[in-house]
C-alpha cells in the first residue's frame, strides 16, 4: 500500500471516528439561566435591630473560624445602618465593607458576581467603570420575603472569608 493511500485512508478513518463520536455524545445540559436580580423589588429598610442580629450572625461565622472582621448593614439605599469593627481587624476594611455593602444594595445583587465578571475579562471589564459596583466578594443583599431590605459587607480577610461570613449572615434574615 502506497504511503498515499495509508494517508487517506487514516484521514477517512479519523473523520468517520468524529462523526461517530459527534452522534453519540450526548447532548450537553443547558446552563442555568443567570438569576435577574433587577426583578427583586425593595421593601422597607431592615430596622436596628435586625441589623445588629446579623451582623452578630457574620462575627460569629468569623469567630468560629478565628477571622478578624469588620461588618457593615445598610439599607436599601446604600446608607450605613449599622457598623461593627473586630478589634485587631484592620483599618482599610472600615470602607471596603462599607461599600460592599452599598453595592449589594444599590445593584440587588452578590458583590462576588462583579468579582466573576471581571476575572473573566473582555468586555466584562467595564463593571469597573460603573460608580458604586464594588467587584469584590463580601457583600450580599439581605432579601426578605422576597424583597431587597438592605445588605451586609464584610471585609478583614480572603474575599471568599469575607463572602462566607456575610452569607452565613444573610441566611439569617427572616
Known amino acids: 500500500m502506497s ?11 479519523a473523520v ?3 462523526f461517530i463520536m459527534a452522534q453519540a455524545a450526548p447532548a450537553a445540559s443547558a446552563a442555568a439561566p443567570a438569576p435577574n436580580y433587577s426583578l427583586t423589588p425593595y421593601g422597607p429598610p431592615i430596622t436596628l ?3 445588629k442580629k446579623v451582623a452578630a ?6 469567630a468560629r ?6 461588618v457593615a448593614i445598610v439599607s436599601p439605599s446604600g446608607e450605613l445602618i449599622y457598623y ?17 455593602a452599598r453595592s449589594a444594595a444599590l445593584f ?5 458576581v462583579y468579582q466573576d465578571q471581571l476575572a473573566q475579562g473582555g468586555p466584562n471589564t467595564r463593571i469597573l467603570q460603573i460608580e458604586g459596583v464594588t467587584a469584590v466578594e463580601g457583600g450580599v443583599p439581605l432579601v426578605s420575603d422576597g424583597k431587597v431590605i438592605g445588605a451586609i459587607g464584610v471585609s478583614g480577610d480572603s474575599s471568599s472569608n469575607d463572602g462566607q461570613c456575610a452569607n452565613a449572615a444573610a441566611q439569617t434574615v427572616k
Open 3 to 13: 504511503l498515499r493511500r495509508l494517508s487517506l485512508l487514516l484521514a477517512m478513518f
Open 16 to 18: 468517520s471516528s468524529a
Open 49 to 51: 435591630e435586625a441589623a
Open 57 to 62: 450572625a457574620a462575627q460569629s461565622e468569623a
Open 65 to 70: 473560624n478565628h477571622w478578624l472582621m469588620t
Open 84 to 100: 461593627e469593627h473586630t478589634d485587631n481587624s484592620q483599618w482599610g476594611s472600615a470602607r471596603v465593607a462599607i461599600d460592599k
Open 108 to 112: 440587588k445583587r452578590p458583590t462576588k
